[in-house]
């Protein structure tokens, strides 16, 4: 089984709301990343945890804010967005360091 | 730094072969990877190649590797309008990170 599952599915939230995108992945894999899409282009890596641990934050502005509670979960908490931040958010897990990394279907969110 | 470039756009008919090409800059060894990504939905795996191999072979799907030029190319076989989709070849960094070095992404049309 190599499923990356994410929720929801479509998010539509307002400048000023508070929300949280979930993944979540059973494959025992000890890394997790979050990557955010715009339309026809390549994903560009936020965040990464090794061992639930936070070990790459690619200069990602403070409201996106990333949690991984256990090592088969990894949430991102959003606040105060800006509408130049309504993307696909996808989320892939791997063994760790170079070994293949495997995605999920993507939060679609659209920020009013 | 690192790179990847692919070619934007490939138009075959219905049960030709197609090929698309990426270039990459990583000197060291590393891994190769193929994604897939149909509109709406996040990327899915086809296939990978480790620097030191020249080809893999995986039903409909054959990647050819050039180590001297740096250059990858995938190639799919009596092609379905199925196959339609955006490809995206990534190069995993030499640092161990997880990260990837996604190209642009080839969109692949598939006309009946």
């Known amino acids: 089984d190599t499923e990356v599952t994410q929720t929801p599915k479509h998010l539509v939230m307002g400048m000023t709301n508070k929300k949280s995108l979930k993944c979540e992945q059973h494959m025992g894999h000890r890394a997790m990343y979050w990557y955010k899409q715009k339309a026809k282009k390549p994903p560009e890596l936020m965040f990464v945890?090794?061992?639930?641990?936070?070990?790459i934050n690619e200069s990602v502005p403070s409201r996106f804010s990333p949690e991984c509670p256990n090592s088969s979960l990894l949430n991102l908490h959003l606040h105060a967005l800006q509408p130049e931040d309504s993307a696909l958010y996808l989320c892939?897990?791997?063994?760790?360091?170079?070994?293949?990394?495997?995605f999920g279907p993507g939060t679609r969110l659209l920020v009013l | 730094g690192e790179d990847v470039e692919q070619s934007l756009f490939l138009s075959v008919r219905e049960g030709d072969s197609s090929v698309i090409n990426c270039t990459y800059t990583d000197s060291s060894s590393t891994y190769l990877y193929w994604y897939k990504q149909e509109p709406g939905a996040g990327l899915q795996l086809l296939t990978y190649i480790f620097s030191n191999m020249d080809m893999k072979q995986d039903q409909r799907l054959t990647v050819l590797l050039n180590k001297k030029d740096k250059h990858l190319s995938l190639r799919i076989a009596d092609t379905q309008t199925g196959d339609s989709a955006i490809y995206f070849c990534?190069?995993?960094?030499?640092?161990?990170?997880?990260?990837?070095?996604f190209g642009q992404g080839t969109t692949l049309q598939v006309k009946p």
């Open positions: 990534a190069e995993s960094i030499w640092d161990n990170t997880g990260k990837l070095i």
């Open positions: 892939a897990s791997s063994q760790g360091g170079r070994e293949t990394q495997y």
């Open positions: 945890y090794s061992y639930e641990k936070l070990s």
